[in-house]
């Protein structure tokens, strides 16, 4: 699944706000889904919090975003053949932190 992060003040609904369903998805975040098919929409965090990370296929036209790197590497299937040239970090991004608040993770 591909996620984008952008500020929380750049994020919106164009329509189906009121179907959006979250749910704690662990001690320091939630998810957010769509109640009628449960499409995931996006992830937050409480240590980052004027920031979300959404699904790029919630958008109307998901290849606008290019991906700038590729994380959870080490874990990746391993059918995965990507041919890219980006770069592949072993779990978090470069420079975050992780599910817990802690980092960076560089």
Not at 8 to 18: C, I, M, Q, V, W
Not at 24 to 43: E, I, K, M, N, Q
Not at 65 to 71: A, D, L, Q, S
């Amino acid at each position: 699944m591909v996620f984008a992060t952008v500020p929380l003040s750049d994020y919106r609904f164009e329509e189906g706000e009121p179907t959006v369903r979250r749910i704690a998805s662990s001690h320091v975040g939630h998810r957010a889904f769509c109640g009628d098919c449960g499409t995931p929409l996006y992830t937050r965090v409480e240590h980052q919090p004027d920031t979300l990370d959404f699904s790029v296929a919630t958008l109307d036209d998901p290849g606008r975003v290019r991906p700038g790197f590729h994380i959870f590497w080490a874990s990746r299937p391993p059918w995965v053949e990507i041919q890219d040239s980006l770069p592949k970090y072993e779990q978090f991004r470069p420079n975050g932190v992780d599910l817990e608040g802690n980092g960076p993770s560089a």
